[in-house]
């Protein structure tokens, strides 16, 4: 027993001589991190301990626990905006830092193409934005992010649908038939702007739903940049495809410190504003009002068939992410995120679960660098059946908006009341099921090499595939839907009494190989010169296959299983390929940090093109003057002052692929062939020559940051359908029409820091553009667009494209009120179109105000734009007195007027409205834990979110920001609305936590 003892009491010293050197190995230390100038806490601040991956963060008062080695002698605190300090740890072990702010924005890093840049050296028009500038809430898709936040970038909402697609301008419209939306760059690899899912309507009579957003895949949450390029010295690094702009989209990555990243939001949405409609009783009284009998029409219920389709939409969104780094130059970033977004369409959802990893590895001390960036996501679409281009009934939207209030939903059996003619919006939701489902994976892998001290290597490898797979399904009993279809010459039974079923397969990809040489080079009178020369390869692959069938086996049920019919189209597609080769080039030279020349050149090669025409040249010139360097600046007013200019040029490609060779299409009906369009073998790039000049500057000791921006950006070659007359080999050919579309305009950033208390913070940033569009050089030709609906309205359009005036002019008939019988008087008679404004707003504002108190903050942001019209196709189609003769309902501001019973509802300036408006856009109000004690959490943050919270406009529709698509001809169209997905009213609840 005493032996045992002994080794007990012998293995007990053992560990107390071993631990004892170990527990004195660490120790704590304490400390926090303020402003220089205003002695205000810094929250967030990195603390790193020098030589380590050691770190932690700030909390909300600025203060910082961090255990260290018991050999640490140093720490690295670091604030993005703020220089960069070395502290030495005293023997208190207790630290408090002062940071020094760098004049706010300017010596931040921006993304540019193939590289970044701090803002004052940027030669171009580029604009950055990170979380803390981002709108706040739900966010269906990245575009939502920047909506109002950038001078010059006009995002349109198609509609308020979850994961929509957005109209992206970026100064202006650039093209009339080509694509319009900018070049997506994500972690270096620029994606396509193709429909990755079906339409929902492979026949005719159906229509299409609107686009989904090419964003939609990405999780907002992990985003940590969006760079936008505006002009061509910024984006003719692109060339072929920054005529419309680039956006650069920046994930998150790794840092030693990082730990875990914890977010979850629950958003409460309910519609912004419904139409006024006639109840029932209303609803008789104006049927008797205008001397029709109401009996005859009066089923004796009352129902607000509004009420029947929308909904208060619960939406939630969980998002974790981890990373961290190491000594051997190991860094990563892991993140899952999951949004469950429901519409406030009933049945209208997005569903989305995204995994990401952006890891690098240094080797040889950093000689080598090895980078990966790669998501793998899956969304699952439900669509309400709310289309794009449907009849005179409208879809979901205009079948409630229009159907007798007085008609039951249900029969007494139980089946879905039907009068013969108008459907039933409850047994559309009810009876249709569309669904998809879409996985896709986006990737790039990256290897760097530095050859010499100055000269380096790069390439990357790039790969983005996508499968989608929509499924709808029409109930044979689903009644008013009696046309029959024909696809490819083969025809297709009426759904009403066989029901249908249709899947819609999309396959795409694309794949990228660049390298690149980079050489930079500085010297000691702060000189710099650094060179970029590259390659690009990059091939795109399109598959879609359709499989359409009808006659249910089972009569008169729902089934939900394409093997169920009995009839069917035989499968069929349409594949394309295209690949674009480039070389390209960029330097960037900087005198004396007082003159700065960027100077690029592209060279592209599409095989869209025609044989003659397939690579073209676009270059760029870009000089900046820091006048605040000079001898002879005013110092005494201006902190920072530089004058911008630029010149270049860019290109578009953006229309189908093979439209320079002939390509037929095989007819089911009659084992025939058709000639799509004719070959063109000399079409050619459409470009856009773009010039202009900025001044950056900073006032109030760096307080006060803005940039003025003009510009002027002239389109050419432009890309055009032109379809020929009949009787004609096809419909038509791909050309390069003559003629300029020319947008000019001017742009005002500012950021004010106009409260800087110890407690108490204000910061403002105000955006404005000016903007005028103008075709010019297109000589007699007058293109048509801008399809109106509506009950004997077939063939009726809004919109022209016409020299001397503005892309998207209405062009429609003057009304002048309603004469004494009640008929509207057109005093150029009702087939006298005249010109009328323009969908482009002349003039986009934004402002955000952010409010800081201690542990609370504030901010709200407020948006607007004039200048534009806006056609209310919907008030056309259903909103005149008259349509309550045939038993359909109005609003009430149309039933009790003296308009006569036969008045027609014709194209005219009566639908033609102001889109003029102000939005409270968006309001956060959030509260940051004080975290010093606590051994689980870095970070804890709560906020409450509104989106949507207030719209000040005079437009009679439900809010002015909206783009049905009304193209003809597939000549897009503007500013049109008509039984769209209206936008949300949302609160949002959110918790940010940090481990």
């Avoid at 255990?67 to 070395?86: H, Q, R």
């Avoid at 931040?108 to 171009?124: F, I, L, N, P, S």
């Avoid at 029932?280 to 029409?297: E, H, K, L, P, T």
């Avoid at 202009?692 to 000791?701: E, M, S, T, V, Y």
Wanted: proline share 3%; glycine share 10%.
């Amino acid at each position: 027993m005493k032996l045992k003892r002994l080794l007990q009491l012998g293995f007990f010293a053992l560990i107390c001589f071993v631990v004892q050197p170990v527990m004195a190995q660490n120790k704590v230390i304490t400390g926090r991190v303020t402003d220089s100038k205003d002695k205000s806490a810094l929250i967030g601040v990195s603390i790193i301990v020098k030589g380590s991956t050691t770190g932690t963060n700030t909390d909300a008062s600025g203060s910082f626990r961090i255990t260290v080695p018991a050999s640490a002698t140093t720490l690295v605190v670091s604030y993005i905006g703020y220089t960069t300090k070395e502290v030495s740890i005293p023997a208190s072990n207790n630290v408090n830092v002062t940071l020094t702010s760098t004049m706010n924005a300017l010596n931040e890093v921006v993304v540019v193409g193939y590289g970044t840049q701090r803002v004052k050296d940027a030669t171009g028009s580029v604009a950055s934005l990170g979380p803390k500038d981002f709108n706040k809430g739900i966010i269906s898709t990245p575009d939502q992010l920047i909506q109002g936040r950038i001078a010059g970038v006009q995002v349109t909402p198609s509609s308020g649908e979850p994961g929509g697609s957005a109209s992206i301008n970026i100064r202006g419209t650039g093209s009339i038939r080509a694509g319009n939306d900018p070049l997506y760059v994500i972690d270096g690899v620029p994606i396509t702007n193709d429909t990755y899912s079906g339409s929902g309507a492979t026949t005719g009579s159906l229509g299409s739903s609107s686009a989904r957003s090419p964003l939609s895949f990405l999780n907002p949450a992990d985003i940590e940049n969006i760079s936008v390029l505006k002009d061509a010295s910024a984006s003719a690094i692109y060339g072929s495809r920054g005529a419309n702009g680039v956006v650069l989209i920046t994930t998150r990555k790794g840092r030693a410190g990082q730990g875990i990243q914890f977010s979850a939001n629950t958003t409460v949405a309910t519609t912004a504003n419904r139409y006024k409609l006639l109840n029932a009783s209303q609803f008789v009284q104006a049927v008797n009002g205008i001397g029709a009998d109401a009996s005859a029409i009066n089923k004796g219920a009352n129902v607000d068939y509004q009420k029947e389709i929308f909904r208060t939409a619960l939406s939630q969104s969980y998002t974790l992410g981890f990373g961290g780094a190491n000594k051997q130059g190991f860094t990563y970033r892991a993140s899952f995120g999951y949004d469950d977004q429901n519409g406030i369409v009933k049945k209208s959802a997005l569903k989305r679960l995204t995994g990401r990893i952006n890891a690098s590895q240094s080797l040889f001390k950093d000689v080598l660098k090895f980078d990966l960036n790669f998501l793998a996501s899956n969304v699952k679409n439900t669509y309400a059946p709310i289309t794009d281009n449907a009849g005179a009934q409208g879809s979901l939207i205009g079948a409630a908006l229009t159907l007798n209030p007085t008609y039951p939903v249900k029969n007494p059996d139980g089946t879905y009341y039907f009068d013969g003619s108008n459907r039933n919006p409850v047994a559309m939701l009810n009876q249709i099921d569309d669904k998809d489902n879409i996985d896709r994976y986006l990737g790039n892998f990256g290897a760097t090499l530095k050859l010499t001290k100055d000269l380096s290597y790069r390439g990357t490898f790039g790969n983005d595939y996508s499968t989608s797979l929509r499924k709808t399904f029409y109930d044979p009993n689903l009644a008013g839907y009696t046309e029959s279809d024909n696809v490819r010459g083969q025809s297709i039974a009426a759904i009403t009494g066989s029901g249908r079923g249709q899947l819609q397969y999309v396959t795409l990809s694309s794949q990228i190989t660049e390298h690149t040489l980079t050489y930079d080079k500085k010297w000691e009178d702060k000189s710099a010169l650094t060179v970029l020369g590259g390659y690009s390869y990059q091939v795109f692959k399109n598959y879609g296959r359709n499989d359409v069938r009808s006659n249910t086996t089972t009569p008169n049920v729902l089934v939900k299983d394409i093997n169920n019919f009995t009839t069917r189209v035989p499968i069929y597609g349409d594949s394309t390929k295209y690949e674009l080769q480039s070389f390209y080039g960029r330097a960037n030279y900087s005198y004396k940090d007082r003159y700065l020349v960027t100077a690029t050149v592209r060279t592209d090669g599409s095989s869209k093109f025609g044989a003659n025409h397939k690579y073209a040249t676009f270059p760029a010139l870009a000089v900046k003057w820091k006048i605040m360097n000079e001898s002879f600046a005013p110092k005494n007013l201006f902190d920072d002052l530089s004058l911008r200019l630029n010149y270049g040029k860019t290109g578009n490609q953006e229309f189908p692929a093979y439209q320079s060779l002939a390509v037929n299409q095989y007819n089911f009906g009659n084992n025939s062939t058709t000639l799509l369009y004719s070959p063109n073998p000399d079409l050619k790039w459409e470009t856009s020559t773009q010039y202009g000049a900025g001044i950056d500057f900073a006032i109030l000791k760096g307080r006060l940051t803005g940039s003025i921006d003009y510009f002027n950006k002239n389109g050419k070659d432009l890309l055009f359908f032109q379809y020929f007359s009949a009787p004609a080999p096809s419909p038509g050919q791909w050309i390069n029409l003559p003629g300029n579309n020319i947008n000019k305009g001017l742009e005002l950033g500012l950021n004010f820091a106009a409260v800087q208390g110890n407690k108490f913070t204000w910061d403002i940033a105000y955006n404005m553009t000016i903007l005028k569009n103008t075709v010019k050089n297109f000589a007699q030709r007058v293109v048509n667009t801008g399809a109106i609906n509506g009950q004997g309205l077939s063939g009726a359009f809004s919109q022209v494209i016409q020299n001397g005036y503005p892309l998207f002019t209405f062009k429609v008939a003057q009304y002048n009120g309603l004469d004494a019988k009640g008929f509207a008087i057109y005093p150029n008679g009702i087939d006298a179109a005249t010109l009328q404004g323009s969908a482009l707003p002349k003039f986009t504002a934004g402002l955000t105000n952010n409010f800081s108190y201690g542990k609370w903050n504030l901010s709200f942001f407020l948006n607007a734009a004039t200048g534009f019209y806006v056609y209310n196709n919907t008030a056309n189609a259903y909103f005149y007195r008259g349509n309550l003769v045939t038993g359909h309902n109005v609003t009430t501001d149309v039933a009790f007027t003296n308009e006569n019973a036969l008045n027609s509802g014709q194209v005219s300036t009566r639908w033609l409205e102001k889109g003029d408006f102000l939005r409270l856009s968006n309001a956060t109000l959030g509260y940051t834990f004080n975290l010093n004690n606590s051994k689980t959490f870095k970070t804890l943050r709560l906020n409450l979110t509104g989106q949507n919270l207030l719209l000040i406009t005079n437009y009679s529709g439900l809010d002015p920001e909206i783009n049905t698509n009304k193209q003809i001809n597939n000549v897009p169209s503007r500013g049109i609305d008509y039984t769209s997905y209206p936008k949300a009213r949302t609160i949002t609840f959110g918790l940010n936590a940090g481990f």
